[in-house]
């Protein structure tokens, strides 16, 4: 975030009473079990415990971002909503760009519905041009007096649908270099112009969109960061994607590899057979690597900016995913086929993975969303192990100039 909140803590131990002081009231006074989630998760932004990194005020108590591990831990355990399912662009990659780029008013606007889910948000990064190399992106912004005029098209678009508001990149400058010529906004997904349709994936589910903007009006007051540090947000939005998507750190043997024993434990005993077990156990073992260097990467983030390691989390998380419901769903056999209903839906969640089928199909995504594999290794490749760099023939030629379809 904004700020050094690990190093200006006085002293963790005091901060970790300090939370546990502050959980054992809110679960005292906000109890779960009979309240609705949004009380209960209004209740714990005002308490400062809802990313408890941000500034006090903004749902946050300026402290170490390892404290909410403990926070979610005994919220999760008393019951409470985890608002992940409910806003999970939102939560993971809006509210904390929001909290880096965003004036005092749009804080306070937009942090505590954001965190509550009365207010769902979206993500419009990508183009049918640019994903990604989303810089290159041709969406346009032009100012006029105190608003901009935005028009283009963005897609695969998560949640758009039932979105209140989307976090948004346009270029601005055409005459600038691609990455130096982009502005970000908060968008009103309500506003006239603003045009949301549905987009359907292999699960045959509609969780993500095209999403058109003709003429569309902002208000200059919903800028984030300067114009032209477009590019600058959106790094803060997709460094936190990559750990927000693979960066989870689930209990020893829960997640996706839960699903596999427990695909295994149904088996009839004649059917588990040695190899199978194998199979199993080295799947397990990579699931339990992938969690212990997420807890390494969450240790080095203790500025709470995510930085590359987000990359290996994602990297590792989607490849081992699609062998994790490979095997499940190969053990189901004939019955793996069977998949219930192809009926076109439009999910309030881009969360709920119900059958095994299902978990297999949607995992094929997990290499391509939030940057695919290639481009993780891109990144890797460079900025961590220091090898030359992709060829980019763009990147010094103003964005008007560079030759595109
Ligand atoms: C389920 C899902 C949800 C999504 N949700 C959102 C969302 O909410 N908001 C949003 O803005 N976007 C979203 N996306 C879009 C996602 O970020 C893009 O799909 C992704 O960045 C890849 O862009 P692309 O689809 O244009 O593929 P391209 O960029 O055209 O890539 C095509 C292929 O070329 C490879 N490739 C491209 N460039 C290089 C390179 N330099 N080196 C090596 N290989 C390369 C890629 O790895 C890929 O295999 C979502 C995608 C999915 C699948």
């Known amino acids: ?83 992940v399912y409910r806003n999970p662009i939102g939560h993971g990659m809006c509210g904390p760009t929001v909290v880096v780029w965003g004036s005092e008013a749009q804080k306070s606007r937009y942090l505590r519905p954001l965190f509550t889910g009365e207010e769902v948000w979206c993500q419009l990064f990508s183009e049918p041009g640019s994903g990604s190399d989303v810089a290159g992106l041709s969406s346009k912004g032009v100012r006029d007096g105190d608003e901009w005029i935005v028009n283009g098209q963005k897609v695969w678009t998560t949640l758009a649908h039932v979105s209140r508001f989307g976090l948004m990149i346009a270029r601005t400058d055409p005459e600038a270099v691609k990455h130096a010529g982009i502005t970000a906004w908060v968008v009103d997904m309500q506003a006239p112009g603003v045009e949301v349709r549905p987009l359907r994936q292999m699960t045959g589910e509609a969780e993500f969109n095209e999403v058109y903007f003709t003429d569309v009006r902002i208000p200059d007051s919903e800028r984030l960061g300067q114009p032209g540090e477009g590019w600058r947000v959106s790094l803060t939005t997709l460094m936190n994607e990559r750990v927000s998507i693979g960066g989870a750190i689930p209990a020893k043997g829960s997640g996706p590899i839960r699903e596999a024993v427990k695909a295994w434990q149904d088996l009839p ?137």
């Open 1 to 83: 975030m904004t700020h050094d909140a690990a190093q200006r803590s006085a002293s963790p131990a005091t901060d970790e009473s300090r939370v546990l002081d502050l959980l054992d009231t809110l679960l005292r006074e906000v109890p779960p079990s009979s309240s609705t989630p949004t009380e209960f998760l209004g209740a714990q932004f005002d308490a400062g415990l809802a990313w408890v990194h941000f500034p006090v005020g903004h749902g946050g108590l300026d402290l170490s971002p390892k404290l909410q591990k403990l926070i979610n831990e005994r919220v999760f355990a008393a019951g409470a909503p985890n608002p």
């Open 269 to 405: 005993a004649e059917e588990r057979s040695s190899e199978r077990l194998d199979g199993l156990m080295r799947l397990w073992i990579e699931a339990e690597l992938l969690r212990l260097t997420n807890i390494r990467a969450s240790q080095s983030r203790k500025k709470g900016t995510p930085g590359p390691e987000g990359s290996i989390a994602k990297l590792h998380m989607a490849d081992l995913n699609k062998k994790i419901y490979e095997y499940a769903v190969g053990l189901l056999g004939a019955k793996g086929m069977l998949y219930g209903t192809y009926a076109m839906a439009r999910p309030e969640t881009a969360m709920g993975y119900d059958t095994v089928q299902k978990a297999f199909m949607r995992s094929r995504a997990n290499s391509i969303e939030g940057g695919t594999s290639e481009i993780m290794k891109n990144i890797l490749g460079e900025r961590v192990l220091g090898l030359p760099g992709d060829v980019r023939v763009d990147r010094e030629v103003p964005w008007s100039q560079v030759p595109r379809n």
